[in-house]
């Protein structure tokens, strides 16, 4: 192997990921077991019921990962781990997990931080694929997510300014809720994408919270707002009275919403995060995190950037989701800063993007 070999894990929320590392780029073995299914019912993630899940899945997950990877124990020069920011139970079960293999097999641990393994994912390669450039500095990256949306300048690796972040709710958070009030389940992000690919007309307009002069963002208002359109939708369909809050809308109503509600959202992602990169002479961009995934807004700041000349990275939508791989990738960036921690490594629910 041309670099250290890491084993990474993350387990900050619903998703149970372990994977294999070299070099910060190249992707050996990259396992996750979704948790989507068992939170799907209560439209959201129950803490205690994903940490468990966590517990049952974390063992199956490595051997799976090593097995995948054809590599033991003796082979890894590292484990990495997500200490936060997440949920403090999910945390705790990868990090104890990866303190003890680390204190097993006479390995390095070093922490990650979990929004800075969205970054680096745009720096990995999957098992076959060809090398390829990295992401070019400076650069902007936008990290959107159903905890997090932020935009960072990063003049060199572990180099962060931040630029702006969501004075209220994030992005993900809002397709979730906004999924739900059209009925169209969790997660809602996936959801109302392929419902709003459906959409015949293009007229239902939702409001974008612009914030003047910043590269914040809000997304509160725009639930909000939205809850208000679906009601009136609702009332204009006919609806009796009692079911305008919970009554079902035909499918092309519904496509028709969703396209609407996901046009405001990408319009502001991609307007602010093009304004950033041209403020401050980017020559890339680096996009993450699940809401990533979403073809509208991929799309939309990739078209811009060529417009532009300027590069883009964006993971494939396996890699925006939360795993064990994008951690593995900034754990190879802080091994190689001497970042180590010691069996006192405890969980950080929430903390800023390590500076």
Known sequence: ???????????????????????????????????????????????????????????????????TAGVTMDDVDAVAVTYGPGLAGSLLVGINFAKTLAWAHGK?????????????????????????????????????????????????????????????????????????????????????????????????V????????????????????????????????????DEREGGTLADPVVAELAWGFQDSVVDVLA??????AEAIGARGIVLGGGVAANAALRARIAGEAEARGIAMVIPRPGLCTDNGAMIGAAGARRLAAGVRAGLVLDARPSLPLAR
């Open 1 to 67: 192997m041309s670099g250290p070999l890491l084993l990474a894990v993350e387990s900050s929320c619903d998703e149970t990921g372990v994977a294999l590392v070299e070099d910060g780029r190249r992707v050996h073995a990259n396992v996750v077991a979704s948790q989507v299914a068992l939170h799907a019912p209560t439209g959201g993630i129950v803490p205690e019921v994903a940490a468990r899940a966590h517990l049952r899945w974390i063992v199956p997950v490595l051997d799976e990962a090593m097995a």
């Open 108 to 204: 390095p641990l070093v922490p990650v931080n979990h929004l800075e393994g969205h970054v680096y994912a745009g720096w990995l390669l999957d098992p076959g694929e060809a090398d390829k450039e990295a992401p070019p500095f400076p650069l902007v990256a936008l990290v959107v997510s159903g905890g997090h949306t932020f935009l960072v300048e990063m003049r060199d690796h572990l180099d962060y300014r931040l630029l702006g972040t969501t004075v209220d709710d994030a992005a993900g958070e809002a397709f979730d809720k906004v999924g739900r009030l059209l009925g169209l389940g969790y997660p809602g992000g996936p959801a109302i994408s392929k419902a709003a690919d459906t959409a015949v007309a293009h007229d239902r």
């Open 206 to 241: 939702f409001p974008r919270a612009w914030l003047p002069d910043t590269y914040d963002l809000s997304f509160s208002g725009l639930k909000t707002a939205a809850r208000r359109i679906v009601a009136r939708a609702r009332t204009d369909e006919g609806l009796p009275a």
């Open 271 to 276: 307007t602010k995060t093009i304004r950033a």
